[in-house]
């Protein structure tokens, strides 16, 4: 039997993850579990919410059980937002490599550009409480260099995982979305 399939956007702020989930979304019924989203619908008064608006990370304890709680083995599933450290990367190999053809989708941007991106979301009328502080912005994107890119690297080194480097080749996003389909068929 052939297990589903496990697509694992991953990237820094402003890369696209959300935006390429969705649109690959609109061409196959997976299952869609984008972390960030679930995290800013935590009640504002809670420690989570709290954490990241300041653009902190949270906890292997503490987002373990909230991931585990959205992730269903039973059809293909995309995963935006997770993992982000080398503990939730193990994590996730560990406990879905057996349930799932897990592919690694990163989407590989420079810091410029991830602040270009970021902007504009907030022009477009983006309201994410993690985009209007710029030191919130700056805290992420440090935090996506020292914490996340060691997972995304450890990842790209494993054996039962299928990883793809995208250097998105434009501002356009159709012509990013084609290259990312082409390049990861």
């Not at 956007?9 to 969705?22: D, E, L």
């Not at 260099?145 to 790209?156: D, G, H, N, R, V």
């Amino acid at each position: 039997m052939t297990k589903p399939e496990m697509i694992v956007f991953m990237g820094g702020q402003g890369s696209g993850k959300g935006t390429f989930a969705n649109l690959l979304l609109k061409e196959h019924d997976f299952n869609y579990v984008e972390a960030g989203a679930i995290l800013r619908q935590m009640p504002k008064d809670s420690a989570i919410y709290q954490k990241i608006t300041r653009g902190e990370l949270l906890t292997d304890t503490e987002l373990f059980p909230i991931i585990a709680n959205y992730i269903k083995t039973d059809k293909d599933l995309i995963l935006d937002g997770f993992p982000r450290t080398m503990g939730q990367a193990k994590w996730l190999v560990e406990n879905y490599a057996d349930k799932f053809d897990i592919k690694i989708i990163f989407l590989n941007i420079s810091e410029e550009t991830m602040l270009a991106h970021i902007q504009n979301r907030i022009k477009e009328g983006g309201n994410r409480p993690d985009d209007n502080d710029e030191t919130a912005v700056r805290k992420r994107i440090a935090a996506f260099k020292s914490t996340t890119m060691p997972a995304i690297e450890w990842l790209s080194q494993q054996p039962n995982i299928i990883f793809y480097n995208i250097k998105l080749p434009s501002d356009d996003i159709d012509t990013n979305f084609n290259y990312i389909k082409q390049h990861t068929q």
